[in-house]
C-alpha cells in the first residue's frame, strides 16, 4: 500500500513540476507543440522506473497519479479528469511501461528489479524508449480526433522526445538524490 502511494504521489510531483516548471518554457519556445505534449515530460520517468520497481501493480497507482494530477494541474477549460478520452489517455500512458517490459520478457529478457537485481541503465533507457513509442503511438491514437493530420507526425515526435527525455531527467536527478542521501548520510 505504500508503494502505490509513493508511486501515486511521485507521479503527482512529476506532472506538476511538467505544468509548472517545463510547459510554461517550452510554451514559449514552441507555443504549436505544447498544446499536445511536453517535450521533457517527468511522469514518464516515474512510470518506467515505478513499473520497474514494482511490476505490473504500478499500473494502478499509474493511473490514480494520473488522474489527480489531471485534476489538480490541467485547468478545467482544457480538459475535464472524467472525460472518456482523457481516461483512455491516462490508461494508456500507465500502460506504456509496463507493456515495453512485457514485451521485453517476451523477448527473452526479464527486467523487472524483482526478477534482475543488477541491472545496466542502459537497459532502463531501452525499455524507456519502447515505452515511449508505445504511449507515442497510443496517444496519438486516443488524440488523432483531437489532432489535425498536418501536425500528426509532429505531435507523435513530441510525445516520443518528451518521454525520452523525461525518463533520462527523472533518472539523472533520483541518481543525485541518492547519491546526496549516501553523502550526507555517512
Known sequence: ??????????????????????TPLQSRLLPDVTAFASLVYLPHGVRVLS???????????????????????TPAEVSV??????????????????LAFEAMRVAGRRLYATEHRCLHWKWLLLV???????????????FSGEVLPDHSVAVLAAYAVGDLFGL???????????????????
Open 1 to 22: 500500500m505504500v508503494n502505490f502511494a509513493v508511486v501515486a504521489l511521485a507521479y503527482i510531483l512529476a506532472h506538476g513540476l511538467t505544468a509548472h516548471l517545463v
Open 51 to 73: 513499473t520497474w520497481l514494482i511490476g505490473r501493480v504500478a499500473f494502478f497507482p499509474l493511473c490514480l497519479g494520473a488522474f489527480l494530477s489531471e485534476v489538480l494541474f
Open 81 to 98: 479528469a472524467t472525460d472518456p478520452v482523457i481516461l483512455v489517455s491516462i490508461m494508456v500512458g500507465a500502460a506504456s511501461a509496463l
Open 128 to 142: 524507456g524508449a519502447l515505452a515511449s513509442v508505445i504511449n507515442s503511438l497510443g496517444q496519438s491514437l486516443v
Open 168 to 186: 533520462v531527467v527523472t533518472t539523472l536527478v533520483l541518481m543525485l538524490v541518492f547519491r546526496w542521501i549516501r553523502v550526507f548520510s555517512a
